[in-house]
């Protein structure tokens, strides 16, 4: 069973047209929840972290939010720049050590 | 720049050789990952080391390896290697398990 899901798989939205992606995670074990952003060929690029439910970060036109269950990361009025894989990783305890596991992505087209 | 640093870049070699990946850390960053991308494939988590002892193993091959060494940096040694293997091979480095996690831009590996 993984343990970090998204959604969709590919979005396809017109500039301007604001949309969320989804992160669900395994609750039990996580104790971080991480976005990144990926280019083609590149490594990734980290975006946000966050702890708690309820908590939320802002990045230009990025908001991450946290609850108990999902995560989302909200585009508002995307660019085609905004165009890329977005990553979503839950950090995970157990035997003394913390594993960084990785959704599949969300890739994210922004058409002009 | 994240401050993580892959080298080679680009990788071509033939099946049945030996390859070593380098990757130096962020300054300060005790905590090593090493990934794996397919094509059109998520992160495969492969190995973690937290200064110096490894805390966390993946779906590693028993034909790979890795270490990493008291000045932090670490190499991942890929042997008798197959089609298959061909991939980007990320290394990410962080403060430690649970604090946000920075790549670098990859080993870009053809096996002909």
């Known amino acids: 069973e993984d343990q970090v899901t998204q959604s969709p798989e590919a979005l396809r939205l017109q500039e301007g047209e604001s949309s969320s992606l989804n992160c669900s995670y395994t609750?039990?074990?996580?104790?971080?929840l991480f976005w990144y952003r990926q280019d083609p060929g590149k490594g990734p690029e980290f975006l946000f972290t966050?702890?708690?439910a309820g908590e939320e970060k802002e990045k230009e036109r990025l908001k991450a939010t946290l609850t108990k269950k999902e995560s989302f990361l909200h585009i508002t009025a995307p660019k085609p720049e905004d165009s890329a894989t977005y990553l979503c990783?839950?950090?995970?305890?157990?035997?003394?050590?913390?594993?960084?596991?990785f959704g599949k992505g969300t890739k994210l087209s922004v058409i002009p | 720049d994240s401050g993580v640093t892959q080298t080679p870049k680009h990788l071509i070699t033939a099946t049945g050789q030996r390859v070593t990946l380098r990757c130096s850390p962020r300054?300060?960053?005790?905590?090593v990952y090493w990934y794996q991308q397919s094509l059109d494939q998520g992160l495969q988590f492969l190995i973690q080391?937290?200064?110096?002892?490894?805390?966390a193993k993946g779906n590693i091959l028993e034909r790979f390896s890795a270490q990493q060494f008291p000045d932090l940096h670490s190499e991942l040694n890929l042997s008798s290697l197959e089609l298959g293997d061909s991939a980007l091979y990320f290394c990410?480095?962080?403060?430690?398990?649970?604090?946000?996690?920075?790549f670098g831009q990859g080993t870009r590996l053809t096996v002909v």
């Open positions: 990410a480095s962080s403060v430690w398990g649970n604090t946000e996690a920075f």
């Open positions: 609750v039990s074990g996580l104790r971080g």
């Open positions: 966050l702890y708690s």
């Open positions: 990783a839950g950090v995970y305890s157990g035997a003394g050590s913390y594993q960084l596991t």
């Open positions: 300054s300060g960053d005790l905590s």
């Open positions: 080391y937290y200064n110096g002892e490894e805390r």
